[in-house]
């Protein structure tokens, strides 16, 4: 049974940092492609950031380069997500998620962890 638990999130001062994690088990996790989502209150769930499977390749959405880092320890099976400069526009709840396809432009993940609140004060 494939698990993704997600942790770090709370609450912050705009301007502020946070690092989340997602500890994966279940599946085989250097093989995975991984990713961060997040879905603020009314939105749709969007794309955050996203890691091969040897994290030689990253992917960011436009809202986000420049100030969160993703990255992933394969002997830990877990990935992380580096937020700075947080702003009120961040607050959500941000998932992680998981598929053995290789990443692309079209990549859809198969696993989904139950989520972590992050909120940004202003």
């Known amino acids: 049974q494939v698990q993704l638990v997600e942790s770090g999130g709370g609450l912050v001062q705009a301007g502020g940092s946070l690092r989340l994690s997602c500890a994966a088990s279940?599946?085989?996790?250097?093989?995975?492609?991984m990713a961060w989502f997040r879905q603020a209150p009314g939105k749709e769930r969007e794309f955050v950031a996203a890691?091969?499977?040897?994290?030689?390749?990253?992917d960011y959405a436009d809202s986000v380069k420049g100030r969160f880092t993703i990255s992933r320890d394969n002997a830990k099976n877990t990935m992380y997500l580096q937020m700075n400069s947080l702003t009120a526009e961040d607050t959500a709840v941000y998932y992680c998620?998981?598929?053995?396809?290789?990443?692309?432009?079209?990549?859809?993940?198969?696993?989904w962890g139950q989520g972590t609140q992050v909120t940004v004060s202003s």
């Open positions: 890691i091969s499977r040897l994290g030689r390749t990253t």
């Open positions: 279940g599946l085989t996790f250097s093989r995975n492609t």
């Open positions: 998620a998981a598929s053995y396809k290789y990443y692309s432009s079209t990549w859809s993940p198969d696993y």
